[in-house]
Structures are given as C-alpha cells and as structure tokens.
C-alpha cells in the first residue's frame, strides 16, 4: 500500500471512508484506480466536499444524527491525522497488553486482532465533530457534551457500510460504555448480559490513553494520577476489578511514566 497525495486523484477515482490498517494505524482512507491506498489529507476543498457529499449519500444514518444535531457535514482531517498517529495507535498498544495479560488467566471469547482493531477505530467518529468542540479549552456544556458523545455511534455508522467485522462495529459503537450500563449509547443487548470482555478492555485502553495525553484542557496526567483515577470507577461499578489489575500490570511493565 501507498499514501499519496489525493490532488492527482480524478472524481470517478474517490472512494472514502474505506478503514485500513497501514504501518500499525488506521486511517480514513479512499482507493485510486490503481488500488493504492491514499490517506485524505485535506487541502483540497473542492475534493473534500465531493467526498462529503458521497459519503453522505452511502450513509443516510450518519446524514440522520447530523441533521438531528445541527451539524455541518465536514471532515475534520487535522483531528483524523492526530488521533490515527497517537491517541487511536496507543490505546490499541494499552489494549493488545491488556488482552495479553488477560488471556493468561482465562479464555477471552474474542480474538486479540479485533481487539486491536477495534482500538485502532474508535474514536473515527470524531472526524464528524465540529473542532470548536473538540478542541474547547473549557469544559462542555450540556449541548456540546450530546454532540460530543454522538462520536461513537457516528464512527460505527461510517464503519458500517465499509465491510468492516460485526465484532469491531460493536467494539466501536460501545467504547464509552461502562460495566454497570451507566456510559453511553445504551447497550442495545439483553438486560442481564454483562458487557463482553473486548468492550471493557477497549474503554478502559481508551480511558487510560486519553488521562496520559495532554488536553487543551487539562496537562498530562501521571501513571500513579491515571490509576487512581480509574480505581474510583472500578469502586463506582464501572470497571470490573480484574479488567483494572490487568491494566495496573500492563503500566507498571510498560509504561515509563514520562
Ligand atoms: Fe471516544
Ligand atoms: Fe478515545
């Protein structure tokens, strides 16, 4: 596979939102005629609307949720390009060490690659959210923070229609969902069954992740800070115990704490 520019590209030659994995990463990409891989990288106003405009055309559900919450349908590829090459790629590290240490223990019931790549694919959806939200130095308010937590079903919409694993739509659509239900979207499923192994080692990869980066908001968080941060849910029902220690391992094994 290839990344190229996308300026050479002609129109029947686009075709976006295919998801693949490329150097470790996953990127949003489209194919060119010759089949190689190209990262959309923006710059191109002219392409970026006529890929919009496709993409919304293939995905009435995503073209839903927008209308519903008054959002200008645009590609956000500066927050594409940071989250691909650091906040995605390191909570797919944190969950492949979380998965391992588990699966020494007992027998988790999905396979590690769609750990992985579910992890890879997560936040996507974030690509749809107005940057101003996104980036907001301050804390949201209620109407942000609806528009904000929209992210997880907009990239399993987007994902949908790629010919991506039932397994990792799931993945992705429930990663800001907690053990005890109290996350969000509502877990559609059975009321008794308990949230899959895979959700839980995806959010909580995820949680751990974002405490460690900086935010517009907020430093970086320490490891020690990070934990403790994370015990108090495991106290709240949100995170199962055991699901916590495998992460408390992973840390202590391979986070340098810099
Ligand atoms: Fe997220
Ligand atoms: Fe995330």
Do not use: W
């Amino acid at each position: 596979m290839f990344l190229v520019h996308p300026k050479r590209e002609s129109k029947k030659e686009i075709k976006l939102f295919g998801a693949v994995q490329i150097c470790d990463t996953a990127f949003l990409v489209y194919k060119n005629s010759e089949g190689n891989i190209v990262l959309k990288s923006g710059g191109d106003e002219k392409l970026q609307k006529r890929a919009v405009k496709n993409m919304l055309k293939k995905n009435p559900a995503v073209k839903q949720l927008l209308n519903k919450y008054k959002i200008k349908p645009s590609i956000n590829t500066k927050t594409l390009k940071e989250l691909a090459g650091g906040h995605m790629n390191e909570t797919c590290n944190i969950a492949k060490g979380v998965y391992e240490i588990l699966a020494g223990s007992c027998e988790p019931e999905i396979d590690e690659a769609t750990v992985k790549e579910a992890s890879m694919l997560h936040d996507l959806g974030k690509v749809l959210i107005p940057s101003k939200i996104l980036n907001k130095p301050a804390r949201l308010n209620k109407k942000e923070r609806e528009i904000m937590n929209i992210h997880s079903t907009l990239g399993y919409e987007l994902l949908k229609t790629q010919g991506v694993r039932e397994e990792i739509l799931e993945l992705v659509k429930y990663h800001h969902q907690n053990l005890n239900k109290s996350g969000y979207p509502e877990f559609e499923h059975e009321f008794s069954q308990n949230l899959p192994l895979g959700m839980q080692i995806v959010s909580i990869a995820d949680k751990y992740s974002a405490l460690r980066e900086a935010r517009v908001y907020r430093r970086k968080l320490s490891r020690i800070e990070s934990l403790l941060i994370l015990y108090k849910e495991v106290r709240e029902g949100k995170i199962h115990c055991s699901v916590y220690e495998a992460l408390v391992k992973y840390a202590s094994l391979y986070d340098s704490d810099v």
